[in-house]
């Protein structure tokens, strides 16, 4: 599991905002190993005392690397916030 959220950053009032380096792991597997990596974007609420796994964000190492980190950060924030 990674937890990427930025201590003192928030999104909102639920959760932090997201730092990209975790994304350089997707590039990294993919260079080594071909492999194409997928993030799932996970939600836990302890007032509710609920988690949540939503469906998997699949990183292109055919787009612009800068432009694919932020598009996945993007839909895991937004993912996760609809989920909580």
């Known amino acids: ?3 990427p959220e930025i201590a003192d950053r928030e999104l909102n009032d639920l959760i932090g905002k997201f730092d990209t380096g975790f994304v350089n792991i ?3 597997m993919f ?3 071909k492999t194409q990596v997928r993030f799932y974007p996970i939600a836990v609420n302890r007032d509710r005392r609920m ?3 939503g469906d998997s ?3 292109d190492p055919k ?3 800068h432009e694919e980190k932020q598009r ?3 839909e895991l924030e937004e993912r996760i916030c609809e989920m909580i």
Request: hydrophobic content about 50%; charged content about 30%.
């Open 1 to 3: 599991m990674i937890f």
């Open 26 to 28: 997707a590039k990294e």
């Open 31 to 33: 260079s080594e190993h």
């Open 51 to 53: 988690i949540r796994l």
């Open 57 to 59: 964000i699949g990183f």
């Open 63 to 65: 787009k612009n690397f």
């Open 72 to 74: 996945i950060v993007r």
